[in-house]
């Protein structure tokens, strides 16, 4: 018990300051903000219509579009043999209710194949429903995911690595309610099964590879309750303006739904996104601050459930890191961001980035950390929903690595 309450001690002494930063939600989201639309901005969809010579119609503002899309198919890596692999990022947004009022409602669907046994059906969903009177959080699964590990805590050897190969299905599914502006607390419901769970050395075991019991061979379920708290003052996660946003998440996994064994987790997220233009709030000039906190409170949780690097709900943290690379009971992720337009127009922009991580396994938590930096370029692809095209180069200690996405890291 003294345990979790110093956990839950260490949290509030992090995030509690930040949170206090954020000052009044009426003070966050200017009402430029709320009111200016994108003619003037440029994306590749104008760039397109010009050079295919669509007759000019009339300019209509942004209200008047229900729907935004946008698609984009690359190539890119996956962990383990034949690592190469076509991936596709498909990104829709709509408005459910007046764009004053109800924020952009978003789906992410993100596939890929390496045209042989590995694949992933990722599918992410935020719905706002009119008024922001309720939102529903998704989070759906299907891998065939070989992925490096390391074993537990900071002070693992880059070079002592085992490919660990299984199959994974993630079902997540959350509904808050509004309870004042800005605030929203709910409950959900979380699976995780991973199938198949192996070393692709056959002399290796996994078991005595991490020095962990539990979730190391064969397959782990786990089936839990989650209590959900949410402040959210953005008004587009895709692409935020300035804004804040704080996500706490408590886990219980009882054996009665199914759990192999009961455990229990701890989720915190804070983010703070500062303007250092407010004049022009259309113009990227914002220097962003992303920080989680994410632990478990007992010896049961499953190996690949315990918290891991890049292994946050969005799959965004640890750039410029291998994902997984660090495992441990606790985690603790700090990154800072500046994002700037490089035209007026917003169709150019470049970002620098930043970020360091700890674990506790092998060791305690904050006793050694682990760095990550990089940069990279932004094109408007869609400027009605804001989403970009980022193209990120990082690196960290024996590490480098170019990721292409659509949206922002966070």
Do not use: C
């Amino acid at each position: 018990m003294l345990k979790v309450f110093a956990r839950l001690t260490l949290s509030l002494f992090f995030f509690l300051p930040i949170a206090v930063f954020a000052q009044t939600a009426s003070s966050i989201i200017p009402d430029s903000v709320k009111k200016q639309d994108t003619i003037h901005q440029r994306d590749l969809i104008d760039i397109a219509k010009s050079l295919v010579r669509i007759p000019s119609q009339k300019m209509k503002t942004e209200k008047d579009k229900k729907l935004y899309f946008s698609f984009l198919p690359f190539g890119g890596n996956v962990p383990g043999g034949n690592g190469r692999a076509l991936i596709t990022s498909t990104t829709a947004g709509t408005y459910l209710g007046s764009r004053e009022t109800t924020y952009e409602s978003t789906a992410n669907f993100a596939p890929y194949w390496n045209l042989g046994s590995r694949f992933g059906l990722p599918l992410h969903t935020s719905v706002w429903l009119p008024g922001n009177t309720y939102t529903v959080q998704g989070d759906i699964r299907f891998l065939r995911y070989p992925q490096y590990t390391w074993g537990l805590g900071n002070n693992t050897d880059d070079d002592h690595r085992t490919l660990v190969d299984y199959n994974y299905v993630r079902f997540y599914q959350s509904v808050l309610k509004r309870i004042r502006p800005y605030l929203f607390a709910g409950v959900g419901y979380d699976l995780d099964f991973h199938s198949g769970i192996h070393s692709d050395e056959q002399s290796t075991d996994l078991k005595q590879f991490t020095g962990y019991n539990n979730g190391t061979a064969g397959s782990s379920f786990s089936s839990g309750i989650t209590f959900n708290l949410l402040y959210d003052t953005r008004n587009n996660a895709v692409n935020p303006l300035p804004g804040a946003y704080t996500n706490i998440i408590y886990r219980v996994n009882p054996t009665f739904l199914g759990s192999n064994n009961y455990w229990t987790s701890l989720y915190v997220d804070v983010r703070k996104y500062v303007p250092l233009n407010p004049a022009k709030p259309l113009q990227q000039n914002t220097i962003a601050f992303w920080s989680y906190f994410w632990t478990t409170f007992n010896g049961n949780v499953p190996y690949l459930d315990l918290p891991s690097i890049g292994w946050d709900p969005n799959n965004r943290s640890g750039r410029g890191m291998d994902q997984n690379r660090y495992k441990g009971r606790s985690l603790f992720y700090f990154e800072t961001e500046y994002r700037r337009d490089i035209t007026e127009n917003g169709l150019l922009g470049f970002v620098v980035f930043t970020s360091v991580n700890s674990v506790s396994g092998s060791g305690s938590l904050f006793t050694s950390w682990h760095p990550a930096a990089g940069t990279g370029l932004r094109v408007k692809f869609n400027k009605g929903s804001g989403t970009n095209i980022g193209i990120d180069y990082g690196f960290s200690k024996g590490y480098n690595a170019i990721s292409l996405n659509l949206g922002e890291a966070f």
